[in-house]
């Protein structure tokens, strides 16, 4: 399977714990993306990487939130001090980076804070 | 920033009816538009995608239509099968390679 790789699938927590992710791009996908999406809502943008520049952070993104996608491969996505409102899927997608070219989804992380 | 608008939200049909899903955007700087289909516990899988330079685009049973001036795209499914039940979202994108999503319709194709 080439596609977009997330780890793990599920992840439960305490609140206040750190969490991390991890995402696996396509090979040779150039831009890699982090969504959040809730029960009922369509996915909302956290951030973008082009290789391994961070080029757009979103409002979302807290300062509790950090990525990072050191090699340009692979990237991860950490929270910390997590918070009840934190719970939510986190996806990850890559695409070429050919002008306007389609997102390519993994199946997502399911954060749970209790 | 884009703001996309997607109705209905729940959408149930007879299996080999017809199912259209309407979107509208508010920038118009944006000139791409994709659609996704979620199926429960996995991630959206693009569909059917259209550009600004095109008014029509048809695969098989599935066809999207934009119209740029009035700022609305729709996806259309024909003889629709039980298969076919899944959540779709729309999506829209300009200069900035970030797409902004709709709120997503729920069909349900009846057997």
């Known amino acids: 399977d080439t596609g977009v790789s997330q780890d793990p699938r599920h992840k439960i927590t305490k609140r206040g714990q750190n969490v991390t992710f991890r995402c696996d791009p396509i090979s040779e996908h150039n831009r890699l993306y982090w969504y959040r999406q809730t029960l009922g809502q369509g996915p909302e943008f956290l951030t973008y990487f082009q290789n391994e520049a961070q080029l757009e952070k979103s409002r979302l993104l807290s300062d509790r939130f950090s990525a990072e996608r050191p090699k340009g491969s692979f990237s991860t996505l950490e929270i910390q001090r997590t918070e009840q409102g934190d719970s939510a899927m986190y996806l990850c997608a890559s695409s070429t980076g050919q002008g306007k070219s389609p997102l390519h989804f993994g199946n997502g992380t399911r954060l749970t804070v209790t | ?111």
């Open chain 2, 1 to 111: 920033g884009e703001n996309v608008e997607q109705h209905p939200s729940t959408l149930s049909v007879q299996e080999g009816d017809s199912a259209v899903i309407k979107c509208t955007y508010s920038d118009s700087a944006s000139n791409y538009f994709p659609w996704y289909k979620q199926e429960l516990g996995k991630g959206p899988q693009l569909i059917i995608d259209i550009r600004s330079n095109v008014g029509e685009k048809k695969d098989q049973r599935i066809a999207v239509t934009l119209n740029k001036t009035a700022k609305h795209f729709s996806l259309h499914i024909t003889e629709t099968q039980p298969e076919d039940s899944a959540v779709y979202f729309c999506a829209a994108s300009g200069g900035s390679y970030i797409p902004t999503f709709g709120r997503g319709t729920s069909l349900i194709v009846h057997p």
